[in-house]
């Protein structure tokens, strides 16, 4: 694989990688996302056009996100052969990404019985109509050849859980073919079309799951076969328009909606691009992982999350995870407050979920899913691991116990508003989502009657290989920020929206907010600096990663739950004090965090994609570049490496790692280029690594654009489109933006 600025490329084929590649390779619109596999591919080959927000559960197995039929199928065949990566090597090939213009781009030379066949492929999914997929396909050759093409809609796809849906209908109407089909679990419709502007070819609706048009024709050296093809995916209530919004879109054609699409990603790069002078290894894995990120995010009608492995697959059952909220929403709010509105909003929408999940385990307020789909009601099971021993599953608390989820949903929804400088959203629903997961953690407290303090007892923090414990440090300091967000959040509403505050109040009670907040129970550092991560960690026994290793039999073998290895050991599976003091990190002083990085980094295994971001940025900012470096580089090329866990347990977790893409960029800004914001304030206090020359970037800071360029420590800020006073601090010295 080679990577230029904005390319990928590979230049030969290698069976082997077509797990991996179909993830390095992806395109997405946040709508849907389709996997870098090729057009002759099916479903051994795990192609998959992933759907966001549309789920369905087949009999007892587990609720996971739908792969549509996927309309980019195509077949050629040359005499007996078939001329396909499938059945025969090439003698040439090169396939490249354009993250620039999320184009996935393909050319194979195949040599068939002395003649060499080339295939070239371009497509797209249009991120400015989100139903679009364009496909351009040639077929050419050195001699003149009889081909054989056939294109069209295959619905045999792969799933883990399914099959989650029937196909109700094929039809082929004035060149337009349609496949629809109903889901299993809720009969939701979902329709696929397609459209090739040429009437040479035939129908052909003879093969049960497909839907193909066949094209017999002569292909010479002047001559090659050519065909551009629109699809369009609809489902829900767009069904039933979807006929018109698809002709329109043909009625556009292939080239203009090309155009349109291209230029929608100009702009978004205007907006989001992080530019890194001097070390074109880091600037090229920041800008892939932001590729990711945009072409995941929701822009559409879609009222959904972003899954915690993208639209990659349905690896944790296309569910969103707190990644959303603490590693990925930071980018979106600085830099397209639109998309932040809308995660915040599916909160807001699925809120009944939280609602019904906190009343289940007897609390009151919102206690959110740790795996949340379209309802809010929680995907994760409670026995979500297979023991690779004994093959039985086994109990995990993840669902029960991580209340910090929550506290993630409050913080994410309040920082779109602070950052954004946009309040409406509470009263559109933001303030009871803060007020519904403050409460519950109000009803989940304990607290002792000789002791005026709200502790939070049998909870599991980040690291999930300690389950069940008392006060995790995360967990209470997160819990501590809601009730204050809380606080604010009631002050703001009742200044800008008084007849709602009146009503809020009126029907909820907040008397309890201040003792609440004032009297909970958050972990102080020890003599030594440090916080212990939860009561009675500092007893457990001090091993090293290196000799806990040692007692691994089975390289999937979970470490957690249970019996896992790691359980009675101060090792963890991810940041956990370090995630606290990643957020909280202008809070205490840079001795405290030295203390704490130093302490639990040895300690610390890795085995989330979420953990190496919180080591980067507070390595950064207690000036160790090298380190933060280190795990900047780490996070920000888990998904051009694929060195990321594969397993836990016999459970497969492959795909895209949205939240550790989140994290390259939470890196370059929140890290290296020093970013740091309380409710009325930003501050810029680079540290740039030694190979950085500069560094620029914008922000979208209450509505006004900072465009902001550091070379080394000289920091230039230009604002555009002020929308109010700033404050803005370099180094901490304040500074007037004009
Ligand atoms: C991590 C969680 C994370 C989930 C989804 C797990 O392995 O421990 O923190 O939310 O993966 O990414």
Redesign the pocket.
Known sequence: MNLTDWTITEKEFKKENTELNGSRYIIGNGYMGYRGTFEEFGKQELVALNMAGLFDRNGDSWRESVNAPNPLYTKVFAGDSEVSLLECAPSEHERSLDIRHGLHLRKTVFKIDGTLITITANRFLSIENEHIIGLDYTVSADKPVNIIVKTGIDGDVWDINGPHFVIKDKKSEEQINSLSCETIENNIKLVVYEFIDTNSGQYDNSEKVKLLNVFNTVVTPEKPFHFKKLAGVYWGDEVQNSEEMFKESIKCGYDKILRKHNAAWKNIWDKSDVVIDGDEEAQRALRYSLYQLISVAPRGNGKCGIP??GLSGQV?KGAS???TEMFMQPFFSFTDPQVSRKLADYRINTIAGAKRKAREYGFDGAFYAWESQETGDDACTLFNITDVFTKRPIRTYFRDKQIHVSADMVYGLWEYCNISDQYQILADGGLDLIYQCVRFFYSYAYTKLNKRSYEFLDVVG?D?YHERVNNNAYTNKMIERSAEILLSALTKVKLNYPKYYKEFTEKNDIEWIEDFKNNLYVTSPDENGIIEQFDGYMGLEDISLEDIKKRVIDPNEYWGCGQGIATTTRIL??ADVIMMLNVFRKKYSKKILEANWNFYEPYTEH????SACAYAIVAANIGNTEWAYKYFMRTATVDLTGNS?QY?GTLY?GGT?P?ANGGSWNTAIFGFAGVSYDDDIIDISPHLPENWKSMSFKLAWKGTELSVHINGNDVKIKAIGVKKNINITVYGKKYDLG
């Open positions: 915690a492995r944790y995870f707190w990644d980040p999930e599976k991810q085995g989330s994609s979420l866990r836990l977790i790692h939240a």
